[in-house]
């Protein structure tokens, strides 16, 4: 059984970091593109970055640009989200998904997505 598993969020202040965890069971990330999206309570979910594990291509959200950074290890298995500056704004339940087939591109695209983990609440307030 695949699986993505969320972790690292929590409540931080205003201009404080979090760093999120996006951990792969029952396959490897090689190969695969991984995004990061959040959620707001009566708002559609959004794209906030992606990265292609096939080429090492990232893609960001304009609002994230320049204090989000995505990342992975394949070592560990994990996708990373370095989140910096951090604004009450981005207070969101945040997920992670991965494009079902091989070398797929980066998209912020919800839909291009097929596999969806659970999610971990960030709260950015002072």
């Known amino acids: 059984q695949t699986q993505l598993v969320e972790s690292g969020g929590g409540l931080v202040q205003p201009g404080g970091s979090l760093r999120l965890s996006c951990t792969a069971s029952?396959?490897?990330?090689?190969?695969?593109?991984v995004g990061w999206f959040r959620q707001t309570p009566g708002k559609e979910r959004e794209g906030v970055s992606c990265?292609?594990?096939?080429?090492?291509?990232?893609v960001y959200a304009d609002s994230v640009k320049g204090r989000f950074t995505i990342s992975t290890d394949n070592a560990k298995n994990t996708v990373y989200l370095q989140m910096n500056s951090l604004k009450p704004e981005d207070t969101a339940v945040y997920y992670c998904?991965?494009?079902?087939?091989?070398?797929?591109?980066?998209?912020?695209?919800?839909?291009?997505?097929?596999?969806w983990g659970q999610g971990t609440q960030v709260t950015v307030s002072s």
């Open positions: 029952g396959f490897t990330l090689n190969y695969f593109t």
């Open positions: 990265i292609s594990n096939s080429d090492d291509s990232t």
């Open positions: 998904a991965r494009r079902l087939l091989l070398f797929r591109q980066c998209t912020l695209s919800v839909g291009a997505y097929g596999s």
